[in-house]
């Protein structure tokens, strides 16, 4: 039987019962009004029609007059049709984009972890610096540098490269480029936090059973920083997913545009096809459900193994 | 009296007036037909819509008035104006932001500009009665609507002498409004091409029968952007395959166009910005883009220091020498809504706006073109409002006139579900 402070008995049968769970309702609320409120909003919006006089979508509150027709339209375009190609090439951008993130944050997350010695608040701060940037600002500074006459065409003209390319005109890598920078500093920070976590001794004790420094690396090191490197994926591909300012700025080519750009394009630009940019915002929704359900998953897993 | 709309609907459902047969599906909903959900919801399916409203919509050719509703009237002549502030709602950036305190001080009051990005935020939160504004900045076309659906309220034209003084005729007493019953005009601009002389051949676009052509001229591809906005670029592509009213175009027509703009990706390499013609022209980034006549005006401050500045052009084809094809224009208006606080202190904020000084020194900042008697192009190029080179972005009375013009009314969904399709097709890059 656990045991107060006091060394007298808790009363679990008792009123304290619900004095711990009381702790969640205000992340209840929270969720409720700021997410699934807002989600049914955009599922009602995505089922109800245009109202007459202003041709706005209007919301179905009432489950019973839901109208599929555009749900039906949206997902039978992205088997097959346009909505499918962009679906596509954004998922593709994630997923190479999130690959690149881990290649290049990986190291450096290991290296600020553990080689930094006193040195390593100031690693710390570098990598924070960007999140005192706002985002848009960081992307505005590579159109400067990436363009025409801009610092990267200079410097290449100054090395004698001839034909300089204009990096602003719809390159798949450009627009990966910038997910990347943007996004990285948040794959980095999360997994700094799980490799710092990792106990020393249990690296001293694969040492000294025998293990090199790779198979050191390879055996304990990576499993047990397998939830940072996860977590800090779920907390960049989810924005990349919904991303569109990113292609906007750095290519404006219809070649690079992302379902973000078409959600915006629905929702922002049109007055009577909002429904569509709402469905749409659902099947993002529920296809980055999946891979956060993955995550949720693999962290249990993990949890129970580590319990037991 | 007129029946007006927006008593017909109403977007609780529990209040709307229900047809017969919505009642029956209603009532299987609530007892009968439990079990049987699937079959129910596809009966659900087809319920009847609400009848779309009737709107007034005018063109050059065929103006009209917008109706007045009993339970919507102008204010009486005389009034006093109330205490302040007024409350301004206005795109963002397009109001001089010196012009605030000299109107603050004719006026006598503080004057609060809040802004919306977009017209459709801007009718949304307008038609919830949840915000109260006293002058509103719509474009013409939604003026229909917002007669319709009861946004706005009729002006008094007693509160607004400089009306009949300063703007110009045709606009004192527009197509879309006559007798500017509910608005008048701000500003004016037209849809066309712009460029820089450096890197584009002024001749492959002016003298030319079809000076849209230019955008399809693989000569300048990589340096070339259209604006990303749907209701401008799809009846570009319109004019330039010769259809001169893109709202009656056909299925083929509009499928020809989103053929046109696919076309585009490859032979020109084209990317849609809506800074393209602003910035993008004076940085380098395009030699050649579509742009808004007052964007050109504009561009002149973004160059870096030191530049040519000379080099700017800009071209509409509705009134460029030897072209056969359309142009598209429009303009911006002043409004009171409907449950405007300051009804009065509106219509004296509007009447200051459209005084020749007061609108000279707007125009001087936004780059956009008030409709002044007062200023044509001889006197704002000689008074070095607007440089020679760029005369042809100033819009004239003439230009809302005459066959070459199309100005864009209100989407109707079908068509505007039709146009975007085709936007989509062009823009998801396949």
Known sequence: ?308 | MVYHPRQNWNPDPRKRIYTRRDFISRAGALGIAIPLMPSLLAACADREQDAAADLAIGTPAAPVQQPLFEDNQAIASGLEPEAGPLRVYNWADYINPEIIPVAEEALGVDIEVTTFFNEEEAISKMSSGEVSFDVWFPTSQRIPVAVTGSLIQPLNLDYIPNLATYVWPSLADPYYDLGSRYSVPYVVYSTGIGWRTDMVDSADIEGQANPYDVFWNEKYKGTMGLLDSFTDTIPMALFRNGVKDPSRATEEELQAAGDALIELIDLMGVRYTIDGAYVGIPEGRFGLHMAWSGDLINSQYYWPEGSDISVTRYNWPGNSPGSTVNGMISNDTMTVPKNAERPVLAHNFINFMLDEANSLENFGWLGYQPPQVGLDTDTLVADEWVPDFLAPAIVGPDDFAGDSVWVQGPLDPATEKAWSDQWNRATSGG
């Open chain 1, 1 to 308: 039987m656990p045991t107060n402070l006091q060394g007298g008995e808790y009363d679990v049968v008792g009123q304290k019962r619900f004095v711990w769970p009381s702790f969640a309702l205000p992340g209840v609320l929270w969720l409720v009004a700021l997410f699934l409120v807002p989600f049914y909003a955009i599922f009602a919006v995505a089922m109800g029609q245009p109202d007459p006089v202003f041709n706005r979508p209007q919301p179905e509150w009432n489950p019973f007059y839901w109208d599929t027709a555009v749900f039906a339209e949206v997902v039978g375009d992205l088997f097959g049709g346009q909505l499918g190609v962009i679906a596509l090439r954004t998922v593709g951008y994630v997923f190479i984009a999130s690959l690149l993130c881990v290649l290049i944050g990986y190291p450096v997350a290991y290296f600020v972890s553990r080689k930094t010695g006193r040195w390593r608040w100031l690693w710390l701060l570098l990598i924070l610096a960007p999140f005192w940037i706002n985002y848009l600002m960081r992307m505005m500074s590579w159109v400067n540098l990436l363009s025409p006459d801009g610092q990267v065409n200079q410097f290449l003209a100054a090395v004698g490269v001839a034909n300089l390319p204009d990096w602003l005109s719809g390159y798949h890598f450009v627009v990966i480029l910038g997910l990347v920078y943007g996004y990285i500093p948040f794959f980095i920070l999360p997994l700094f936090a799980a490799l710092d976590r990792i106990d020393e001794a249990t690296l001293e004790a694969s040492r000294d059973l025998g293990a090199g420094s790779f198979s050191t690396f390879w055996r304990v090191t990576l499993p047990l920083s397998k939830n940072g490197v996860l977590g800090g994926l779920v907390i960049i591909m989810l924005p990349m997913f919904g991303d569109y300012y990113t292609p906007t700025l750095l290519s404006g080519s219809p070649r690079t545009r992302m379902l973000g750009n078409t959600i915006d394009q629905f929702i922002n630009q049109t007055t009577s096809q909002g429904a569509v940019g709402a469905a749409l915002t659902i099947v993002l929704m529920v296809f980055v459900a999946g891979l956060m359900l993955y995550y949720l998953r693999t962290i249990n897993q993990a949890t129970r193994e580590a319990r037991e």
